[in-house]
């Protein structure tokens, strides 16, 4: 069974083919620049990576593109779309809606379109690239829709409620939803896998770093309690995002400065986090460079997401009442030796201990243990598969169609 893969932006579409008889990557790329006059195209296969200018006016247009390039010329990896039995689709909010993947269907895309107040960017953008994929590949297809934060539907009402008047929670459904949901799934689960146990014997934290970052704590299998909140500007610190604030700082620079609602969530969306506190630099190799050659403000950035970190673990370990395993992943986390080393030595409190070599070796996606064999905690490196997890779920609906 082949799966095509799809993630939809606003303006770009990235796409995984997938054999699932040995879960390989036959094909991968995007379609960058959609709707703009002249796109950008690139698709990888087994023969090498191919790029290319090409108009892609709109979804369908970009989907027609990926369609060419699967079954045609030099990037063809398959004879017709007959070989596709399904699409997966990632969608970043599903609410209090879905809990779990499912199959598309008219009623689901309504109920995904209900909740585009709680994610304006992301949500519109997927239906419409579940609209095009239907206009190109036709409605026989089964299409299925994997939720971001599904995974963190287990979580109780005492860690997902605000303290807000209830009101607000019952007009709104304003409450923690979390995000990075489909990799917290995967690394967990590969996690109890490496460790030879039951998942529903484990605690496991897992701490999803890059330009957006959350940490979960999974324990027995479900969450009970994630860093992102009813947005992805929740939580700790980030690339470009403030993490969590006291809402006075935003309404104290709302009456100073003047921002409309607009303003304020570009400011901290966009220009806060470690770019704002470095004033220059929003990637972590960059923030690591400055901070190594004496720039104070780097260091500075360096330092508090290196704490907020350790704090985000610490609390997790008390809610949990322990902690069995810590898990790294995303760019930051599959990539940064030095925050992993620092991460790990603090919480030698609690019997973790370090293995710089496997450290060091544990980079551009290879994974590795990072704790030592006499080690209270198990401490490892997993490059996360938001994709193939994707595709497992639509394979399993598919299947029973």
Not at 42 to 58: C, S, Y
Not at 86 to 94: L, N, P, Y
Not at 227 to 245: A, E, K, Q
Request: aromatic content about 8%.
């Amino acid at each position: 069974m082949k799966i095509l893969v799809i993630n939809a932006g606003s303006s770009s579409l990235k796409f995984q083919l997938i054999d699932m008889n040995g879960e390989v990557v036959i094909a991968k790329g995007t379609c960058g620049r959609v709707g703009a006059e002249i796109g950008e195209f690139d698709i990888k296969t087994e023969k090498g990576k191919f790029e290319k200018e090409v108009a892609m006016p709109d979804h369908t247009a970009a989907f027609q593109v990926v369609k060419e390039a699967l079954i045609s010329g030099e990037t063809k990896v398959i004879d017709s779309l007959d070989e596709i039995s399904a699409i997966g689709h990632r969608v970043v909010q599903g609410g209090s809606i879905f809990k779990e993947s499912t199959l598309v269907t008219d009623e689901v895309i309504e109920g995904i379109k209900s909740l585009c107040d709680l994610a304006p960017l992301h949500n519109p953008a997927h239906i419409q690239g579940i609209n095009a994929c239907m206009d190109v590949f036709g409605k026989d297809v089964p299409e299925v829709v994997v939720f971001d934060n599904a995974f963190h539907s287990t979580m109780p009402e005492e860690a997902y409620m605000f303290g807000i008047p209830y009101e607000y929670y019952e007009k709104y459904k304003i409450r923690r939803y979390g995000f990075h949901g489909t990799s917290h799934r995967y690394v967990s689960a590969e996690c109890a896998k490496i460790m030879g146990k039951d998942i529903k014997d484990l605690k496991i934290i897992t701490c999803h770093l890059g330009n957006g970052s959350s940490i979960t704590a999974v324990k027995g299998g479900k969450v009970i309690d994630t860093s992102m909140g009813l947005t992805p500007l929740d939580g700790f610190i980030m690339g470009t995002r403030s993490g969590n604030l006291d809402p006075s700082v935003v309404t104290f620079l709302q009456e100073k400065e003047g921002w409309t609602p607009a303003e304020t969530s570009n400011i901290l969306n966009k220009k806060s986090g470690v770019f704002g506190i470095s004033g220059k630099y929003s990637d972590d190799r960059d923030i690591l460079k400055a901070a190594a050659e004496g720039d104070a403000r780097a260091e500075l950035a360096k330092k508090m997401l290196w704490y907020q970190i350790r704090k985000y673990i610490g609390q997790y370990i008390a809610a949990m009442q322990g902690v069995d395993a810590i898990v790294f992943t995303g760019g930051i986390g599959e990539n940064s030796q030095p925050l992993r080393q620092n991460i790990c030595e603090s919480f030698g409190y609690i019997g973790v201990t370090f293995n710089a070599e496997e450290n060091t070796k544990a980079i551009k996606g290879k994974g590795g243990e990072l704790s030592g064999p006499d080690s209270k905690v198990k401490v490892y490196v997993i490059p996360t598969n938001e994709e193939l997890m994707i595709a497992r779920d639509t394979k399993e609906i598919a299947e029973k169609l």
